[in-house]
């Protein structure tokens, strides 16, 4: 089949690199290298130099707030400047960040100069994030197929993230809830139970990979803005703090309240030397606790309180389903207590468990979390509780891509008739070889505790011989103490391997025999992925 232009034209506009990178592999596609020539920076393209026999390709980041890079400036500049462009054909992969407000803004700025002059897109214009390796796969695909005849295929072919945040969340129906933990046995502390939680984001745009995270807008509670008017003295109260933030209360905040009433132990806590003592107060405490234990009614009123409060923040979750989905899962823990006679909840938590109405939400890309680019490389996940949640997404994405590989999954938990999350699910994968070996670490099971720490011990020549093939280890559990655990109970494997020689296999520096040099040199390797809260 003959190919629809004489010559592709591959400009790019690059910042870091990436649009470079992209463009200089375009270049080297067999279909059409002998139909390339020299990749060119877009500043040194030439408009006057391309006619209709000709394909433009252009592949650009945008900089910063959607400004354009430094070498694709004057190119848009020399766009904008021209009469008419009929007969200019062209497509366009931009890259960008939906953490700006502005994402892909140079190049949709271009897009629409290019075809306000009268220049034809063979594929709608890309707006990539910065995961966009399966955009640049699929897009390279249709060009093909452009470049062979198959005009119809690039008409169709829509690859465009919508870019997300604070100020535009998207607005997700809750399609399940469902409890995966069974109440705790007689005699047993009571625990929070653990659910799932399935979000509808169909037509949302949102593009996300297993291991980024969701940011989730809660609403805050009506009681607690009903019993902070109370004590204000003022219902104007409740509808005026429903989008401050009411429980993550920051020392400036604690600084002026100090300020405004003079109140001695706020003072005092507020010191460097009372650091852990504040921390230790302010940990389940919200804004009514500290006016109530340090202000009296007539020294605050909502004037300040507006003043001083940010806005309410988002609280984030791993995501525990594949991307290029309809339905988002999350994995989270209920949080519910008393405190001074007052029932507590987890803000978030408790918004996505009752909530009625859609959920506010919005993705971030969390490339440290996501597989490695190596599809052989082994993997060993260790979760804690409902740290599971991105390692049984990276299990998901990894079946929906039809990648096979080694995998070890050590679970921890309390107890395995209560607390064995997605048990079905993982034993299936262990059934079908998705999941080489499941260990699990069940602290309340036995007569003394046991943690995954324990387990690795237990199982370590299997998990050796693991990370001796170049396998990436995935964490996430509590930020407190797993990664000490984990770290020092990997190195510990080395110990015994030290006392009998090391082999040619070891990730060991063998001119240090220390065994505590695994964990960082597995770091500096690149292969440990932690996510601790």
């Not at 591959?10 to 870091?16: A, L, V």
Request: hydrophobic share 40%; with cysteine; charged share 20%.
């Amino acid at each position: 089949m003959p190919a629809i232009a004489r010559r592709l034209v591959i400009g790019f506009g690059s910042e870091s690199g990436n649009a470079q990178a992209l463009a200089y592999s375009l270049a080297c596609n067999p279909l059409w290298k002998d139909a390339t020539g020299p990749v060119h920076e877009l500043n040194a393209l030439s408009l006057s130099q391309m006619d209709k026999e000709d394909l433009l390709v252009i592949v650009s980041s945008s900089f910063g707030d959607g400004e354009p890079p430094a070498n694709a400036e004057q190119f848009l500049a020399r766009v904008q400047q021209s009469d008419a462009l009929h007969g200019l054909r062209y497509v366009l992969f931009g890259l960008g960040d939906t953490g700006y407000p502005n994402f892909c803004g140079f190049t949709k700025q271009l897009d629409a100069a290019l075809q306000e002059r009268g220049a034809q897109a063979l594929i709608p214009r890309v707006d990539a994030d910065t995961d966009y390796a399966d955009f640049f796969t699929q897009w390279q695909a249709g060009l093909m197929q452009v470049w062979q005849g198959q005009l119809e295929a690039g008409a169709q072919l829509m690859l465009r993230v919508t870019a997300y945040g604070e100020d535009n969340a998207f607005a997700a129906p809750v399609l399940e809830r469902k409890c995966l933990s069974l109440p705790a046995p007689d005699g047993c502390e009571s625990e929070c139970a653990a659910h799932h939680i399935r979000l509808d984001v169909r037509g949302s745009g949102m593009a996300w990979r297993a291991g980024d995270t969701l940011h989730v807008l809660a609403k805050n509670e009506p009681q607690l803005l009903a019993a902070i008017a109370c004590w204000l003295g003022d219902a104007e109260a409740i509808h005026a703090l429903q989008t401050k933030e009411l429980r993550l209360i920051s020392k400036t905040v604690l600084r002026e309240i100090a300020g405004k009433t003079g109140h001695v132990t706020l003072k005092e806590l507020l010191k460097f030397s009372k650091r852990k003592e504040l921390d230790a107060y302010l940990f389940g405490a919200d804004i009514l606790d500290i006016l109530e234990d340090f202000a009296t009614p007539g020294q605050i009123h909502l004037d300040d309180l507006l003043q001083w409060l940010s806005p309410r923040l988002p609280r984030a979750y791993s995501i525990a389903s594949p991307g290029a989905s309809d339905y988002l899962d999350l994995c989270i823990r209920e949080i519910r207590h008393s405190h001074r006679d007052r029932q507590r909840n987890g803000m978030a938590t408790h918004w996505l468990l009752n909530a009625t109405e859609p959920i506010q939400v919005y993705c971030r890309s969390n490339p440290g979390f996501h597989l490695p680019q190596d599809v052989q490389a082994p993997l060993i996940l260790i979760g804690t509780g409902t740290g599971i949640a991105p390692l049984i997404g990276l299990l998901r994405e990894m079946q929906a891509k039809g990648q096979h590989r080694r995998v070890c999954l050590v679970f921890g938990e309390k107890r395995s008739n209560h607390d064995f999350l997605y048990r079905e699910e993982l034993q299936a994968l262990q059934a079908s070889a998705a999941l080489e070996c499941l260990i699990t670490a069940f602290s309340r099971d036995g007569d003394s505790k046991y943690y995954v720490q324990h387990a690795i011990a237990e199982h370590g020549e299997q998990l050796r011989a693991l990370v001796d093939s170049g396998a990436h280890i995935y964490v996430c559990g509590n930020k407190t103490h797993l990664e000490k655990a984990v770290a020092g109970a990997l190195n510990a494997l080395y110990v015994s391997v030290l006392s009998q020689g090391p082999s040619d296999q070891t990730v060991l520096d063998e001119t240090d025999k220390t065994p505590a040099v695994l964990w960082p040199s597995l770091q500096a390797q690149g292969r440990i992925h932690q996510e601790l809260y």
